[in-house]
């Protein structure tokens, strides 16, 4: 049975190029450009809880050069010069897509995203919401951080590019009636109603006065579940 040669220490061909030809750094600037793409893509469809406190390609920068700074330290079959590819290519390309992003605003919003409004008038836009990679129960976490205890107390809420929430609250004296957000309080919805009073959806938040005349489903978005509205 062979033994294995021993390393040799500080074989500079080993450490930099090992047996590799020249000609692989420009494989492996093709391969770091194409994964690049390929992560760059994958945080896209991810959605933008995924990048909160960073931006898309500071993202894609901790992934990829994180990957290409850790190998060549432990790995002797990983020639240093590779990763040197690695990390010129992967700059090169933050800095044509950051580049790219400020200059085109149809590039920006396809990359980066755009603000898209969840709230308005104390009732969610189940529209907007539902395009976007966020829950009700994310969504009513960042509002209780902002010290909502119902949406009628909500003008407008804006989800942003960045994955955080921009809230924006009615003067004291204009807050509405409007679904109460605490966990407990959504526990056990109502899904007949049969005491007058006012009531929310609990997938819109709309606010409707039940008396006299029945009340099914929620018109904004054809819900049948209910909780008392709060002021």
Not at 139 to 165: D, N, S
Request: net charge negative; with cysteine.
């Amino acid at each position: 049975m062979n033994k294995e040669e021993p390393v040799e220490p500080f074989d500079w061909q080993r450490i930099f190029i090992r047996d590799f030809p020249v000609g692989y750094l420009g494989e492996v600037a093709l391969r770091t450009a194409v994964m690049f793409l390929i992560i760059l893509l994958a945080l896209k469809v991810s959605g933008k809880r995924e990048v909160k406190q960073l931006s898309v390609f500071e993202l894609v920068l901790v992934i990829g050069l994180g990957s290409a700074a850790g190998d060549p330290m432990f790995y002797e079959d990983v020639p240093l010069l590779v990763a040197v590819v690695v990390f010129v290519v992967m700059m090169t390309c933050y800095k044509i897509f950051t580049r790219l992003a400020d200059k085109n605003k149809t590039a920006r919003e396809f990359l980066e995203g755009k603000p898209v409004y969840v709230i308005q008038n104390g009732c969610i836009l189940v529209q907007n919401f539902d395009d976007e990679d966020l829950g009700l129960d994310e969504l009513f976490a960042e509002l209780r951080l902002a010290g909502v205890k119902q949406l009628g107390q909500v003008e407008t809420a804006i989800l942003e590019p960045t994955g955080e929430v921009s809230i924006f609250q009615f003067e004291p004296d204009d807050v509405k009636y409007g679904l109460p957000i605490f966990p407990h309080k959504l526990k056990e919805p109502i899904e007949r109603l049969t005491e007058a009073g006012r009531y929310a959806c609990c997938q819109c938040g709309q606010v409707v006065e039940y008396g006299q005349k029945p009340v099914k489903t929620c018109q904004r978005c054809d819900h049948h579940r209910w909780v008392r509205a709060e002021k």
